[in-house]
């Protein structure tokens, strides 16, 4: 499932589009899963697991059990800028 949020400004007569894209992954439980050890192993946590997933008691999964794990955003970084995503150098190569 692909979740798309488009967002669109208008500031006098000059158009902004951002858009957002969220990728979700299936996972089947297998046995001796736990939330912890699914969230370590997709680089999330374990309240995202349980959000993503909906489960309604977040104290049992059982084994066949299909949980929804969220992609990281992207980073993109800020090329007007030409700054790195921490506000450190100029990337553009410029002396």
Do not use: C
Not at 29 to 54: H, M, P
């Amino acid at each position: 499932m692909n979740k798309h949020i488009a967002t669109v400004l208008v500031f006098g007569g000059l158009l902004a589009i951002g858009l957002a894209f969220q990728n979700f992954t299936t996972y089947r439980v297998r046995q001796g899963d736990t939330l912890s050890s699914i969230a370590k192993r997709f680089g999330t946590t374990e309240a995202a697991l349980i959000k993503a997933s909906n489960l309604q008691n977040p104290m049992k999964l059982e084994v066949g059990q299909k949980l929804t794990i969220a992609s990281k955003p992207l980073v993109i970084p800020d090329k007007k800028k030409g700054k790195d995503d921490k506000g450190g150098k100029d990337t553009r190569g410029r002396p």
